[in-house]
């Protein structure tokens, strides 16, 4: 058999490319996606929905619904009296 042999990463490579900044992660993309299909159906969404769905922490739920503010303002506010967030 005549070829080369396969090219395994270094140690300073790792097994696996760094990762991209977190915006262009495939997860973060598919959480924020779907946070616009829960507004649309139901016009609401809170923590506990991400926590359950994709089960990530309550800080992490946080950080996701704040990035789809920031990313997409005029689409969701808060609630306070309800505690979750609403569709504009």
Same mark, same amino acid.
């Given at each position: 058999?005549?070829?080369?042999?396969? @090219?395994? !990463?270094?140690? /300073?490579?790792?097994?696996? !490319?760094?990762?991209?900044?977190?915006?262009? @992660? #495939?997860?973060?993309?598919?959480?924020?996606? #779907? $946070?616009?299909?829960?507004?649309?159906?139901?016009?609401?969404? *809170? @923590?506990?929905?991400? $926590? @359950? &769905?994709?089960?990530?922490?309550?800080?992490?739920?946080?950080?996701?619904?704040?990035?789809?503010?920031?990313?997409?303002?005029?689409?969701? &506010?808060? *609630?306070? &009296? /309800? &505690?979750?967030?609403?569709? $504009?």
């Amino acid at each position: 058999m005549t070829g080369t042999a396969p @090219r395994y !990463p270094t140690p /300073s490579e790792g097994p696996f !490319p760094s990762p991209a900044p977190a915006e262009g @992660r #495939w997860f973060v993309r598919y959480r924020q996606a #779907w $946070i616009a299909e829960v507004l649309y159906i139901f016009g609401f969404i *809170n @923590r506990e929905h991400l $926590i @359950r &769905k994709f089960e990530v922490s309550m800080p992490q739920a946080s950080n996701d619904l704040q990035q789809f503010m920031r990313e997409q303002p005029g689409r969701m &506010k808060y *609630n306070a &009296k /309800s &505690k979750r967030y609403e569709a $504009i």
